[in-house]
């Protein structure tokens, strides 16, 4: 029989059957590779080399650094959060060897008073000037803060031994630089904390559940997959926030870069994803990468906690930056290796526009059956007859979805309770639909890209710091910082300006 001589219901149900395969043979597919990955965390686990240690976080907060800090942060836009982060910061990290460095642009003079608002005693921050209007992109204005650390080197005639990164909207752990700077003296290249996103809880349903998502991503990505990157030595991405470079590797990476034609600094200015390249760029460069899980007395992580978007048209452009940078931008960038278990990871990382397409087909998919299963009903079509084969990768499927919905429930409990576990569970529907419409925009952003369209820094709005959130509890809340809208003064009479080519605005 000929497609033509298939009535209607015949050439749906063979549309069914077809899509039906493609979907379950992919989906067997990513979640094997997830089950590879898990299976990896439980010997790690078994073998002892998967524990997270409990430090003295006073004892950390008070320990002197091996060398000077910097910690950069790149801000467009953010008067609503930067002051709140800032006090914040510099209360939390007392050491009178950091330096922040905080990126403004001549055309947001907002963000650049909220700062100065912030810590107006604190000789610590430096508010840097970028010599264009933005927005331009975050990696160029990084770069733009590593020519300002660069001329404060010349003038003090000493040079930083590490550099952390931040955003704008970030609250920092007090525990935090001092268990960066232990890492780094001890011969890390580059140091990664985790990302613990906060739980939504204002706004209406669908904007407390999508602020939450991030919550069960970020605790099964840095409480198991980073964990198993970090065991097997593959490079590991940087996350953007508590994150810290030594000064010698910064350094490895502009001169790489240097030699291949492009700018001497430390970023390409077109990236949408510096933070992720950050790191696979320092491995490439030999550099040892180490992910640094730790939590405090308390049991809290010493972690970079931060109120993710909650309105879907910002977790979409969100999610379609990372897609974009990281799958598409990332392959053109960085490649790949000839280390089988680089090989893996970097397709794992590169994964987000083919899986958007297979969750779109399984949607179809499903729409499709409901199509057909009234029709049935009716008596318009006969029922779908399963071969062997897909009836087994079926219940092969059925079995990894229950697998990976119990691994979600168990990371997102440890976390956050067993209420947020199971809603965690609830929500995979939901943070597949964000992955689908996410994915279909980064890969439509990347064709404007290659016709020649600019790259923007296409940032996300914040509306709240979370150190005046609702229900957040600050580990370890530094006794010099109040959580009211008027910060408490700092010791020290002036802020000073960032010197040389700096170009920077004393904080008064």
Not at 284 to 297: P, S, W
Not at 354 to 374: D, E, P
Request: glycine content about 8%; charged content about 25%; aromatic content about 8%.
């Amino acid at each position: 029989m000929t497609l033509d001589e298939l009535g209607f219901w015949q050439v749906l149900a063979l549309l069914q059957h077809e899509l039906l395969l493609f979907a379950a043979v992919f989906f067997l597919i990513g979640a094997l590779d997830d089950i590879a990955v898990d299976a990896l965390w439980l010997w790690l686990k078994l073998r002892g080399r998967a524990t997270t240690p409990r430090l003295d976080r006073d004892d950390l907060r008070a320990r002197r650094l091996h060398g000077r800090a910097a910690v950069f942060i790149p801000a467009w836009s953010e008067a609503t959060v930067i002051r709140e982060t800032l006090a914040h910061l510099l209360a939390a990290w007392p050491q009178a060897d950091l330096r922040v460095y905080l990126g403004c642009y001549p055309n947001d003079p907002a963000t650049m008073a909220a700062a100065m608002r912030a810590a107006p005693g604190d000789d610590r921050l430096r508010i840097v000037l970028h010599e264009r209007e933005g927005p331009s992109t975050k990696a160029d204005c990084l770069n733009r803060l590593y020519r300002a650390l660069c001329a404060d080197e010349q003038r003090l005639g000493e040079s930083f031994a590490m550099i952390v990164f931040h955003d704008a909207e970030d609250m920092v752990d007090p525990a935090a630089l001092g268990l960066l700077d232990l890492a780094i003296a001890r011969g890390a290249d580059c140091a990664q904390l985790p990302v613990e996103p906060l739980v939504q809880r204002e706004g209406g349903f669908l904007a407390r559940h999508l602020g939450s998502h991030y919550c069960e991503e970020f605790a099964e990505s840095h409480g198991k997959a980073m964990v198993v990157r970090d065991a097997i030595g593959a490079a590991l991405p940087a996350a953007g926030v508590g994150c810290a470079v030594s000064r010698d590797a910064l350094e490895r990476l502009c001169e790489r870069r240097a030699g291949s034609g492009q700018e001497a600094a430390p970023f390409n200015a077109d990236s949408l994803t510096e933070d992720y390249e950050l790191g696979l760029g320092i491995a490439e460069c030999g550099g040892d990468c180490r992910f640094v899980r730790a939590r405090g007395e308390d049991g809290r992580l010493i972690a970079t906690r931060a109120l993710f978007p909650a309105r879907l048209d910002h977790v979409v452009r969100q999610k379609t930056r990372w897609i974009h940078g990281i799958a598409l931008q990332g392959w053109d960038r960085i490649g790949w290796t000839d280390r089988w278990l680089e090989i893996w990871m970097r397709g794992r990382d590169r994964r987000g526009p083919l899986t958007a397409l297979v969750l779109a087909l399984g949607y179809a998919l499903l729409a499709l059956t409901g199509v057909l299963w009234t029709a049935q009903a009716l008596g318009l079509a006969g029922p779908l007859t399963l071969t062997p084969l897909l009836e087994a990768l079926l219940i092969a499927n059925l079995a990894t979805f229950a697998w990976r919905g119990a691994w979600r429930f168990a990371f997102t409990a440890r976390a956050y309770g067993a209420g947020e576990g199971l809603r965690a569970v609830l929500r995979i529907p939901l943070a597949n639909a964000v992955a689908i419409i996410a994915g279909r925009r980064a890969v439509t952003a990347y064709a404007r890209t290659l016709a020649g369209r600019a790259i923007e820094w296409d940032k996300t709005p914040h509306a709240a710091h979370p150190a005046f959130y609702p229900g957040v509890r600050t580990p370890g809340r530094p006794p010099h910082f109040t959580a009211t809208r008027s910060p408490r003064r700092m010791p020290n009479p002036r802020a000073r300006q960032a010197g040389g080519d700096a170009s920077g605005l004393a904080a008064s």
